[in-house]
């Protein structure tokens, strides 16, 4: 048996936590999934506390289940902070002998706490609205059991939490019913984009399973929970560090330069060797060397910041050749992918690509990025691969495999395929290349099953050098080695 004084305590806590929970909801109900969600700081705090290893283990092993369960762990720590709040509110109202202006001070609190988090008027509202609902019933609720003293009894937990759970599925329920989602208008698409987005759908190999040329969904990988949503008229670049003069870029200054549209690849170096953490889009924007060159850099090297807190270093000459884009498919830069602005940088891994980008610091010295603290080293070209990603059985009896190939900017001269676990090869039929200095291809092979086998890919790049059979895993410089997998023709 837990003694009775404990069992007051938990309680308390119990209450004291759906207050927490429904404040979190309220907020949500109110802001949604925007940064001024009471939530988004400390969820991105604990991301950005949490170990290395963590974090690494989350991406690499666990994928998108990872960032839930990030996310997940962020919500009950803010719902946590909260919840404190609301028991120092209800012990302080106790203490002062007045149980039913618990509330009030329950209010108060949360109101100071969550204003402090989100900055935000709406935001705190709605977390003190959620707060002091429970609190009311939780105060109004203990009836006969109350004395006064705020550990008292189950009742009023069991009530507290049903309460939280009300707001909770009104505020969600709510938002998802009736809040307006981001803007799903489609901007019109200009001749040239929609001739290159055509040009990406023709050159698509017709196979079942898969994506186009064009990635139909494309991957993301987000250092912090709630992304940031800065308006295109409050965004700026700065320019600055080892340069002759800073120089601070607009979005209207970006704007009024020459547009560019450019298919480029991405890839993140934490992705699984058949992972799909590769994709591709038409991108549209401007050099970056139109933006940097007036500053005059004259580091070797650069730092991007972004506005999530993101940092990346890698050498200045990589910059040279990048693209700072604001559009996507002939689409505004949608915000999960770092809207208003993006680095591209071709032929990088991911990580360097930075979203929301609010800095470029020219650098003299080398310095460490965000991953590179955590241990991986991701700043530099990709690896080569040829992932097997669709497996059919055709109506003619034969096998289909196919998938997509990468190297970068070295390109993809060809893709071999064995069907015999790697002692003889045959040549893949390529897809026509799209035009670009970053762009992956895809490759199909079909043929007549021998039976139960074993089809292994691998690509050779551009410059003629066969991708490295050793396995490797992803951590800390990105997956290697030949993508196999076993076939049972007839399961198919
Ligand atoms: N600001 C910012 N930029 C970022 C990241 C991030 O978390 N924050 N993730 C990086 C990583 S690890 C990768 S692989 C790519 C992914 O870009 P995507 O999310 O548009 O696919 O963005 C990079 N740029
Ligand atoms: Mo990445």
Redesign the pocket.
């Known amino acids: 048996m837990i003694p009775t004084a404990w069992r007051r305590r938990l309680l308390a806590a119990a209450t004291a936590f759906a207050g927490g929970i429904a404040a979190v909801a309220g907020s949500y109900a109110v802001v949604g999934d925007a940064p001024t969600f009471v939530a988004a700081p400390v969820s991105n705090l604990t991301v950005t506390l949490a170990p290395a290893a963590l974090v690494t283990f989350a991406i690499t092993v666990l994928g998108d289940l990872g960032s839930d369960l990030a996310y997940g762990g962020g919500l009950a720590a803010a719902a946590a902070l909260l919840g404190f709040v609301v028991a120092v509110g209800r012990i302080a109202a106790a203490r002062a002998g007045r149980p039913l202006l618990a509330p009030v001070a329950v209010a108060l609190g949360v109101g100071v706490v969550a204003a402090a988090l989100s900055g935000a008027f709406d935001s705190t509202v709605g977390a003190v609205v959620g707060a002091a609902l429970v609190s009311t019933v939780a105060a109004l609720g203990a009836g006969d059991e109350s004395t006064g003293d705020p550990t008292d009894g189950p009742r009023r937990a069991l009530l507290s939490a049903a309460a939280a759970i009300a707001v909770a599925a009104l505020g969600v329920g709510g938002r998802r019913a009736f809040a307006p989602s981001d803007p799903v208008e489609r901007a019109p698409v200009e001749d040239d984009v929609a001739a290159l987005l055509a040009e990406a759908e023709e050159k698509s190999l017709d196979v079942e399973g898969l994506e186009p040329l064009i990635s139909d969904d ?7 929970n709630v992304d940031p949503d800065p308006a295109r008229e409050d965004w700026s670049v700065r320019i600055h560090g080892a340069v002759g003069e800073e120089t601070t870029v607009t979005f209207a200054d970006v704007e009024a330069m020459d547009h560019e549209h450019r298919f480029v690849s ?5 992705e699984s060797l058949n992972g799909r ?1 590769l ?1 591709n889009a038409l991108w549209t924007g401007v050099p970056i060397a139109d933006l940097i060159d007036d500053a005059d850099p004259e580091g070797d090297y650069v730092m991007l910041r ?3 807190g ?1 940092y ?1 270093e890698f050498p200045v000459d990589a910059l040279e050749t990048g693209f700072l884009a604001v559009g996507m498919n002939g689409q505004p830069l949608p915000r ?3 809207a208003p602005a ?1 680095a591209l940088i071709p032929g990088h ?9 609010t800095e470029i610091e020219i650098l003299d010295e080398p310095a460490t990025g965000y ?1 590179e603290e955590r241990g991986w080293h ?1 700043t530099g070209p990709v690896n080569t691969v040829a992932k097997l990603w669709a497996t059919n059985r055709l109506n003619d009896g034969r096998i289909e495999v196919a998938g997509a190939a990468y190297a970068g900017t070295r390109g993809i001269k060809s893709v071999e395929v064995s069907v015999d676990g790697g002692d003889t090869w045959a040549a893949a039929d390529l897809s026509d290349p799209l035009p670009g200095e970053d762009v992956w291809r895809q490759w199909v092979y079909r043929y007549d099953p021998p039976g139960q086998h074993e089809v292994v890919v691998r690509a050779v790049d551009g410059t003629g050098t066969l991708q490295p059979e050793d396995e490797k895993r992803a951590f800390p410089s990105g997956p290697s080695g030949w993508v196999s997998r076993s076939v049972a023709p007839d399961s198919l």
């Open positions: 494309f991957y993301r990988v987000d250092v912090a991405l890839r993140c170096v934490g953490k994709d972004a506005a999530d993101f990346e999960a992918h770092g993006r891994w991911g990580e360097i690509n930075v979203k929301w980008l991953w991701g």
